[in-house]
């Protein structure tokens, strides 16, 4: 009824192997994407961008990125925050260093930096798997968080160590610093995040994709059949940490405009970038999406309808955030354990029969 | 689906929040959660107890009413730029994020949105250049001063020779704790004692490692900047090491009930700088009992009323109220902009007489604020616990920090920003 396939023929290879193959779907997803483009910067204030869309837009860059590594390749990691950290000091010292370099190609060569950061520590990737491997990568999110506290050279010898984003532009229009409009943030981050999506959907459906998913599912059974266990796990870090340090940069530069990396870059935020693909769903573009829109969203929607609507008082609210997110979090992995995105796929096989399921 | 019922409800819940004009408001960016709630609370009790007893008692200032907006941020940046965007539209006069890291993210946009920040005895401690800063005020003091009027209690204790000691700097290892490192590196050298940086890593509650430092090195005093839960931790851990509490000082916010109770009779002693007085021997408490508690409007749990935070809170009310009075003087109009109380804060001078008629006779030094010097004079004393008393007692006066050694660092700090933000002196 609602999704009618009938007269949806599939003619070529390509049509039938397209992300969205199915005609209600593809519509939607442009119609999303222009509402994105051409409606929200119509309306969009400094609350909306700075408070809601601009981090949900970073975060879903840094899930994807996550999902990656732990969804697709099976690589457990708890080193985000520290990859999120060397993303943020790169694009500082590139901002500071070339100061007519445009803002894109700062984000672009922050993420390249930190993807060779990312392969580095995902060395040990080829000897442990599993727990002990999330040891290991735990160990570079303290390493390199004590590395920016420690070395003045990655924060320009400032006095307090907290690293400021100078403004920058990209064609003429200002991205980061107090001045930027929220148009232009917004329609940066949104920009920068379809890239990045499309990008990882087109990598996860082709030989890379595929050699990452059979190391995931099997290693030994993987590396018979010809993966190179060697290539596959550093491509994945690689990939992996391309976005993640993407998203530092752009967390750094576009969002905060001011870090200090023990407070921005800690290990709390390696485990909500965790929590959001594992909410989301595992080995999924959309999962990763929409459990940063879960993670980051949620908390102030609660907020404003409990301090903005029922006059709560703050510390209250505060506390029945953590709380209500904290239940919602378990009720949803118990409904579905395979995430939000599994939840979603369910909803329209039941739409596309419905209402003759038999 | 899921999405669009939620957008729906967000907004449904964001516009149906329409803003109150014609209030003086002022954003609260408070955190009474996390591992900072102990500190945060009452300073956050005593802002929003000062401004209910001017509506109580004055029917608000110069005739309209104030408004304090709370938001609570948990000492984390993020939550703060949400409070921040959320409260700036509904007219905010002045921010007081009470975070260091809050305020150097609030900078550059309180600076562009035309707000001014009081970031008092917090934050960026060379915004005191009111030539570059021209939004930023941290008076009455300031970290570098903080740090120099404790080398200044340790060389009177000492004959005014300190060559030779060493002194060990326990810190939040952020950008607040890190403030005070160059002046105190800097007296080091002229005054030619040994420093000792030891970090404490957000939150603060593992310290074992920097006192096992301090125990085999023991040094002759040692120096905290701390905050929160790290205080606590600190001052139990120098209990445990039996270091000496006397040669133990605190920065102002590492010197409250909060964080010497916990540790007992052992913090006896202990010491740690201020730049207010402490008590609530001073007539305005009178009033906030009569007025604000006994008609059941006190902030919070009421039950901080006169301990040292709860005083710098009310303190930074009253001043900030004072300089609506100044800004209302200088415009002609009781209804002020948030460019007009910038123009307040920099016109505003206290004086005994003013102090006197609000009730805070002596709480605090006079000062005056110009468009150059957004920082006072820096006047500090040092306060000392008594445990069995359980109380705080001034045991020096108001002292002046060495300016000869801190001007020059704040110039070249300023400059620095200046130079990396473009930004043109001012107070021409």
Redesign the interface.
């Known amino acids: 009824m609602f999704y009618r396939e009938a007269g949806d023929y599939k003619t070529t290879y390509a049509s039938d192997t397209q992300t969205f193959p199915i005609k209600l779907d593809r519509w939607g997803y442009y119609f999303i994407i222009g509402f994105a483009f051409l409606v929200v910067p119509l309306f969009i ?3 909306w961008a ?3 869309f601009v ?1 949900f837009l970073i975060w879903a860059v840094a899930a994807i990125g996550l999902n990656i590594l732990v969804g697709y390749c099976g690589q457990l990691s708890l080193g985000t925050g520290g990859f999120m950290a060397v993303g943020a000091y790169a694009a500082y010292k590139l901002m ?1 260093s070339f100061p007519d370099l445009s803002i894109l190609f700062v984000v672009l060569i922050s993420g390249a930096i930190t993807a060779l950061v990312g392969i580095i520590f995902g060395l040990p990737s080829l000897r442990i798997k599993g727990f002990y491997l999330a040891v290991a990568t735990l160990a570079a999110q303290f390493f390199l968080v004590w590395l920016f ?1 420690k070395v003045p050279w990655f924060y320009n010898n ?5 690293i ?1 984003a ?2 920058r532009s990209i064609f003429g229009f200002e991205v980061t ?3 930027a409009t929220p148009e232009a943030k917004y329609l940066f981050c949104l920009a920068i995040l379809l890239a990045l999506a499309w990008l990882a959907r087109n990598l996860t459906r082709g030989r890379i994709g595929r050699s990452w998913m059979a190391i995931r599912d099997m290693d030994i059974a993987a590396e018979i059949i010809g993966v190179a266990p060697l290539k596959t796990k550093l491509t994945a870090f690689g990939v992996s940490s391309f976005f993640v340090g993407v998203a530092g940069a752009l967390f750094f530069a576009v ?6 990396v ?3 870059f ?1 290990i709390q935020k390696s485990f909500l970038v965790l929590f959001m693909i594992i909410i989301g769903g595992l080995g999924s573009i959309f999962g990763s999406i ?1 459990g940063a ?1 879960f993670m980051v ?1 949620m908390p ?2 609660l ?3 409990m ?3 029922l006059g709560w ?3 209250i ?3 029945f955030e953590f709380v209500i997110v904290g239940a919602l979090i378990i009720l949803f992995l118990i409904l579905e354990p395979h995430g ?1 995105a599994q939840l ?1 796929r369910l ?1 329209k096989e039941k739409l596309r029969l419905w209402p003759f399921p038999h | 689906m899921k999405l669009t019922k939620l957008a729906a409800i967000a907004v449904a819940a964001l516009t149906a929040a329409s803003p109150v004009m014609a209030d003086l408001v002022f954003p609260s960016l408070s955190y009474r959660t996390g591992p900072y709630a102990a500190n945060g609370t009452p300073v956050a009790d005593g802002f929003a107890d000062y401004f209910t007893l001017l509506n109580e008692r004055d029917g608000g200032i110069g005739g309209v009413m104030t408004k304090v907006i709370e938001c609570e941020t948990g000492y984390s940046t993020e939550k703060g730029v949400e409070c921040y965007e959320a409260t700036k539209g509904e007219g905010a006069l002045v921010y007081a994020p009470l975070s260091t890291g809050i305020t150097y993210q609030l900078i550059p946009k309180v600076t562009a949105d035309d707000i001014p920040l009081h970031s008092m005895g917090y934050g960026r401690t060379s915004a005191a250049n009111g030539k570059v800063f021209s939004h930023i005020f941290n008076f009455p003091a300031n970290y570098w001063q903080g740090a120099s009027i404790a080398i200044n209690h340790i060389l009177d204790l000492n004959g005014d020779d300190i060559s030779g000691k060493s002194i060990a700097l326990v810190y939040h290892n952020s950008a607040y704790g890190k403030e005070p490192i160059r002046t105190l590196e800097e007296l080091a050298t002229k005054h030619g004692y040994k420093l000792t940086l030891l970090p404490v890593d957000h939150p603060g509650q593992e310290q074992k490692s920097q006192w096992l430092q301090i125990r085999r090195e023991r040094p002759d005093y040692v120096l905290m900047w701390g905050w929160g839960v790290m205080n606590q931790v600190a001052i139990q851990e120098a209990a445990n090491i039996n270091f000496p509490m006397e040669n133990f000082i605190g920065i102002w916010w590492s010197g409250s009930e909060n964080d010497v109770i916990p540790a007992g009779d052992a913090a006896n002693g202990y010491k740690a700088l201020t730049f207010h007085a402490v008590g609530s021997d001073f007539p305005v408490f009178a009033d906030i009992q009569k007025y604000v508690v006994d008609a059941g409007k006190a902030a919070g749990s009421g039950d901080h009323i006169g301990e040292v935070l709860y005083n710098r809170g009310l303190y930074q009310a009253a001043l900030l109220a004072e300089a609506v009075k100044t800004a209302q003087a200088l415009h002609g109009t009781a209804d002020i902009t948030a460019g007009m109380m910038r123009d307040g804060l920099e016109g505003l001078e206290i004086t005994d007489a003013k102090m006197t008629a609000l009730g805070l006779g002596g709480f605090g030094p006079t000062f005056s604020v110009s468009c150059e010097n957004h920082g006072g004079p820096g006047l500090g004393a040092v306060q000392q616990w008594d445990a069995a008393a359980k109380s705080w007692s001034m045991i020096t006066d108001f002292m002046t920090p060495d300016m000869g050694v801190i001007q020059p660092l704040i110039e070249a700090d300023s400059a620095a920003y200046a130079a990396e933000n473009n930004i043109e002196e001012g107070c021409n």
């Not at chain 1, 400032?158 to 907290?162: E, N, Y």
């Not at chain 1, 969002?255 to 200090?260: C, F």
Request: hydrophobic content about 40%.
């Open positions: 204030t400094d609350y700075n408070a809601i981090p500071t506290n400032s006095a307090s160590g907290q400021s100078p403004t610093g107090a001045t969002y905060l405009g001011a870090v200090e023990g407070e921005a800690g929409i829109a969203l102030v929607l907020k404003n309808i301090v903005g609507q008082a703050t510390d609210a505060a506390h939000l979603w909803t």
